[in-house]
């Protein structure tokens, strides 16, 4: 199937932006392996230092040590069993006991149902067997793992989460079936609604669902991503791209893609987003994550509330950003606070007018009408 995503890069102006650029990690980004609980790091680092010093010696004694099943916290038997299960294939080329060490660690986390990182761990050794199993040409087993295990993934969190979606997206592209990811996609966003910023994620969701001829909901994703991706140049770019990339598909011009651009530094022109439909969101869903995100990650408490369409609590958090961190490096509550522009405007222009005002203190400050148009809920008069 011909992608759309990337595509050649329409230019997005950004005036100012420059002045607060900050490089934002990736809301999914893969996080670094965790330190192994404290009461067996040593047992871990031994054999660890073990496996890289000889691999064959290394993997005996870890084998030793996993045969004792009161050795060490689930977590961190799953993470020596994947180090094991790696050391087989790259170091002494046996991927069947790789597998076999795999399988057995899951059967293992599968039953330890009442410890609090069963599903990382599950999670853990799942991502390796796909890894493994793709490496080895086996993608249909690969994909078919990812797709059975879904619901394992979905709890295990959203790191290891983007991880499977990215070795489920490799084996489908092997097997020509990229079909396939659009109902796992869409039950990713269901479960964990911040991957609408996304841009890998959302764009496997528009391209297979343009090759599927569904134009109308490839299009609500595409907006959706445009409007809560961050506010930096190669984010907007990937989502402007994507955006009109998917209208020319369907239109076979590029006039619609045009005129949204113009629409990006004239709020007077007509704007061809404001006719999109949104996806439909899990409501519950957003409010879980929202309730359960801690007080620190202001990023992505904005990105929640702006799939809600809170404006007025996402500029809000924005600013108190801002404000609680006065004198130290604000670029990046500065460009929250332009993105929640774009999001309710559905263009750049106050967007960029927000970030030349704070870097000059020139002109209109233009949050003071926003808070005008997104006024505070009226408190019920008491009886």
Known sequence: MKRLFPTRPFVVFLAGAAAFSVAFSPLCALRATAAPDAA?????????????????????????WLA?????????????QRLLALTYLSKLNDAKSALAVLDAGMAQAQQAKADPDQQ???????????????????DQPAAELVEKNLPVLLEAGSDVLREALVIYGKA???????????????????????FAEDSWVMGQLVNNLV????????????????????????????????????????ELNAATGNAFLTAQTDSA???????????ELSSDALAAALK???????????????????????????RRSLLEHPGTDNSAAVLEMARVFKAADLNLVRANAFLEYFKTGKGANPLDAFFKEHPAPETPAAQ
């Not at 990811?181 to 609604?193: C, K, R, S």
């Open 40 to 64: 067996p790091k040593s047992d871990y680092i031994r054999l660890r230092d073990a496996l890289n010093a000889d691999a064959a010696q290394g993997a005996a004694a870890t084998k030793e």
């Open 68 to 80: 004792t099943g009161t050795n060490g916290a689930l977590i961190t038997r799953a993470r020596l």
């Open 120 to 138: 990382l761990a599950q999670a853990t050794l799942l991502i390796a067997k796909a890894r493994i199993l793709t490496s080895q040409r086996q």
């Open 172 to 194: 489908l592209d092997q097997l020509k079936q990229e079909q396939r990811m659009v109902p796992v996609v869409q039950q990713v966003l269901a479960a964990h609604p911040e």
């Open 211 to 250: 090759g599927q001829g569904e134009g109308k909901a490839a299009l609500g994703y595409a907006k959706l991503l445009w409007m809560v991706c961050p506010f930096d140049t190669e984010s907007l770019a990937a989502a402007t791209n994507l955006l009109t990339a998917t209208w020319m598909a369907a």
């Open 269 to 279: 022109a007509p704007n061809p987003l404001t006719s999109i439909a949104l996806p």
């Open 292 to 318: 359960a995100l801690p007080s620190t990650k202001t990023h992505e408490r904005i990105t929640l509330l702006l799939l809600q369409g809170e404006w007025r609590e996402a500029m809000l958090a924005a």
